[in-house]
């Protein structure tokens, strides 16, 4: 199902990794992404690591769950074997000590739940460097 998909982005072959423990979260987010862009799904950082070998992302939506289980050194991680790699943390609360811990270590921003189509598809095409469609609403009076 394709929801408000712009056609030309579709085309670009951009790649995102969801790496979540949190099956239900990462399969939304999946939903949310693949008309605009490749989107894989990883439950574990090792995974994600062994699959962008070949086929690097261009940006990571990690979860919170792999945030606290791990540690905040998985960012690292990331940033180390894809130093262009951008990671955004998909949280509940992005005032909570490890986001900010995960954005310090080299995290660019995060997503708050509850997620929306808009709001995830906003925030992966700014790390992307897409420009941001807008939108004027037009008083019918």
């Not at 439950?43 to 070998?53: G, I, K, P, S, Y």
């Not at 086929?55 to 990331?78: H, T, Y």
Request: charged share 25%; proline share 4%.
């Amino acid at each position: 199902m394709q929801i408000g998909v712009d056609t030309a982005r579709a085309v670009e072959n951009k790649r995102v990794f969801v790496v979540d423990s949190n099956d239900v979260t990462g399969m939304a987010l999946q939903f949310m992404l693949a008309d605009e862009m490749e989107c894989n799904v990883y439950e574990d950082v090792q995974t994600a690591l062994d699959w962008a070998e070949n086929r690097p992302p261009q940006v990571i939506l990690l979860g919170e769950a792999l945030l606290l289980s791990d540690g905040v050194d998985i960012v690292g991680k990331f940033k180390a074997a894809i130093p262009e790699v951008r990671i955004l943390l998909v949280t509940a609360d992005a005032a909570a000590e490890h986001v900010k811990a995960g954005i310090a270590a080299g995290a660019a921003s995060s997503i708050v739940k509850p997620l929306t189509v808009e709001a995830v598809r906003r925030k992966v095409d700014a790390q992307l460097g897409r420009r941001a469609a807008l939108s004027i609403p037009v008083a019918q009076g």
